[in-house]
């Protein structure tokens, strides 16, 4: 192994130790979860997962709801408010909830007064940056925008990551950049031994990213660019422009000619005139602005922002300043404040105000009745009257079971999909036979009765819990709620909690859940 070689190892090593260390990177884990198991295309099994992937995180499960509602998303909200992640992929559709989703997540810690100013600055470009590709490729016809947004904000991990766990290193690149007159690639390969792209890229494979993000992570040499011919080359070349772009503006005072310089490299790929990029540009700042308003946090002057304003027009840096720039309860008679870069509105002072289980089962009720007058298929419907139940009951697991034709030849109760605690599993092993027998799963089906088991190991009902629950599932205490159609049993509803005693519900709100289930026969009836 060379010299060079080596010393980039010693910088991966380095760095996947630090973060294995620390893991605080905002959301990090999480972060990977969403983007590397939704990689097909948007089916149910996807769908369900990047559901169950937000729903297991209360806060992004918030925050997501209350970005979908808000201007940011106001051409999505014909419909009226949107109160489940399922109807959010419904109304917005797969991508676009990924992608508000990883956004939240990037921006999850900008609000720890222990980043350094460098790291938020850097962040802040990594979101600008996608909100340009994206916007580039909505103009040039590329159906599936998020790919160039999500690209873009992966094509900066590499600093991303050496920013937050590298600290020292990042500040000798700048220090190297200064003193050498060294561009911050070849200050990174430097002092790092290897490029910023080099350790991204090192760090996706490790967490199996997709291959067509790692290959929107890989930067195009200098020089011209040729034009790209297949799809991928496309969203390539669309991040690495919008990457020049923040780039070049964070590293130097911002002036027309090096947004000119960037459009002729790539005069032979895209069209784009200086108008239609700072244009471009203007709608990014603005939606900045409308996302840091939705989500309270309060931008004051960056020397980012300061330098991509430099090429907006005076008339569009008045909006744009009013856009970026104002917290939500300032939005007249502002003074920018040069030293404030990102704080938290309210904070302690000022919580969101959090719905209430009879709020979120009546919502939640409400949106299902809209769905049923919709185009609303039934797993979307069933996966919506689950995650009402999940979220509103603070339930460990719900589940789905559909009644099937066994390997056998017998009518099995199956599991199709589900949210809460190991659902992937329990929902591979979650099955059992329809038979007379007088287990407590058979007995609710036959007899369509509604059971809460409070306590499998009291002596009253003991008996009657199967051998494969306590093998497989063993909460300690569970809900079923039978879907039966016209006398025949059609499904079954699952909720459970892991501690006996746990599931309480009261009368009013033991009604509301059967509203839901009753709704889950009209969607089976309907869809006859």
Not at 247 to 272: G, S
Not at 340 to 347: A, N, P, T
Not at 377 to 390: G, K, P, Y
Not at 488 to 507: F, M, N, S, T, V
Request: include cysteine; proline fraction near 3%.
């Amino acid at each position: 192994m060379s010299n060079v070689q080596a010393s980039k190892q010693k910088t991966i090593e380095l760095l996947m130790s630090r973060a294995k260390e620390r893991n605080d990177f905002p959301a990090m884990t999480r972060t990977i979860d969403i983007v590397k198991k939704q990689t097909s295309s948007a089916n149910d099994t996807s769908i369900t997962e990047l559901t169950s992937t937000i729903l297991d995180d209360f806060a992004l499960t918030s925050k997501l709801l209350k970005l979908v509602n808000s201007v940011f998303y106001i051409n999505y909200q014909l419909g009226g408010k949107i109160g489940t992640i399922s109807r959010a992929v419904f109304v917005l559709g797969y991508e676009q909830v990924k992608s508000a989703a990883v956004t939240l997540l990037l921006f999850e810690n900008l609000t720890n007064k222990n980043l350094a100013k460098e790291l938020k600055e850097t962040v802040l470009a990594t979101f600008m940056s996608g909100l340009i590709a994206k916007g580039m490729a909505a103009k040039i016809g590329i159906e599936d925008t998020e790919e160039a947004f999500l690209g873009s904000i992966f094509h900066n991990l590499g600093r991303l990551l050496v920013s937050f766990y590298l600290p020292e290193h990042r500040k000798k690149i700048r220090e190297e950049m200064t003193v050498s007159n060294l561009t911050e690639h070849s200050a990174a390969k430097e002092v790092l031994g290897a490029t910023y792209e080099d350790i991204a890229v090192a760090m996706a494979q490790t967490w199996n990213l997709p291959d067509k993000l790692i290959a929107a992570m890989r930067k195009i040499p200098s020089g011209p660019v040729t034009a790209p011919v297949t799809h991928d080359d496309k969203i390539k070349t669309l991040v690495n422009v919008s990457t020049e772009i923040c780039d070049k503006m964070a590293e130097i005072k911002a002036n027309p000619q090096v947004l000119k310089n960037i459009l002729k490299r790539y005069a032979d790929c895209f069209q784009f005139s200086e108008k239609e990029i700072t244009g471009i540009m203007d709608t990014a700042l603005k939606d900045l602005g409308t996302f840091v308003r939705t989500m309270k946090l309060s931008i004051g002057e960056s020397d980012f922002l300061k330098k991509i304003s430099g090429v907006i027009s005076d008339a569009q840096l008045d909006d744009v300043s009013e856009g970026v720039m104002v917290s939500p309860t300032d939005e007249e008679n502002v003074e920018l404040d040069d030293t404030q870069f990102i704080r938290l509105m309210g904070g302690a002072d000022e919580k969101e105000p959090i719905e209430t289980p009879d709020e979120v089962l009546s919502n939640g009720i409400q949106e299902v009745a809209n769905s049923l007058m919709e185009n609303t298929s039934i797993n979307d419907i069933l996966r919506t009257i689950l995650e009402i139940m999940f979220r509103g009951m603070s339930f460990s697991r719900v589940l789905i079971c559909i009644k099937n034709i066994g390997t056998t030849g017998g009518t099995e109760m199956v599991a199709r999909f589900g949210f809460g605690t190991d659902t992937d599993e329990i929902v591979k092993r979650f099955r059992f036979t329809l038979t007379d027998a007088s287990d407590i799963f058979n007995l609710a089906i036959l007899r369509n009765t509604d059971v809460v088991i409070g306590n499998i190991n009291d002596p009253r009902f003991k008996s009657r819990i199967p051998d494969w629950y306590r093998k497989y599932i063993n909460a300690q205490t569970f809900l079923l709620l039978p879907i039966v159609v016209n006398n025949k049993p059609i499904g079954l509803i699952y909720a459970d909690k892991h501690r006996a005693g746990e599931i309480q519900i009261p009368p009013h709100q033991l009604t509301l859940i059967k509203t839901l289930r009753n709704q889950a026969i009209m969607a089976i009836q309907k869809r006859k």
